[in-house]
């Protein structure tokens, strides 16, 4: 069963803590409070999915904050239309820093 409602039945598993969840409760309550993610984002509370693929994300747009992995795919993807055509990238450094210290950490 899901490790958090206690109801229905766990289909997905979170992929920093491996705890089982049904889809419901991991896409909406556990993300925002798995202590492995809280430890990761650090102080910025950055989403550590790529908006598109679901990626480690390398690069945040400017403008509408979202994060995407280091495929310009994804970032051009999302950004095809509109005022969505201008934002621009940084690079996001913090997180991948903080998963590879987290990893170091593990072994």
Not at 70 to 78: N, P
Request: net charge positive; charged share 30%; aromatic share 6%.
């Amino acid at each position: 069963y899901c490790q958090e409602c206690l109801t229905n039945v766990a289909s997905e598993k979170c992929d920093l803590c491996f705890e089982a969840f049904c889809h419901s409760c991991l896409k909406f309550r556990h993300e925002k409070k798995c202590q492995i993610a809280l430890r990761i984002r650090g102080v910025e509370m950055l989403p550590i999915k790529c908006s598109c693929c679901n990626k480690i994300p390398n690069i945040q747009c400017k403008d509408c904050l979202d994060v995407y992995c280091g495929m310009s795919a994804c970032f051009r993807k999302m950004h095809l239309r509109g005022n969505r055509l201008k934002h621009t990238t940084r690079p996001l450094t913090l997180i991948r820093q903080n998963i590879e210290k987290y990893q170091r950490e593990k072994e």
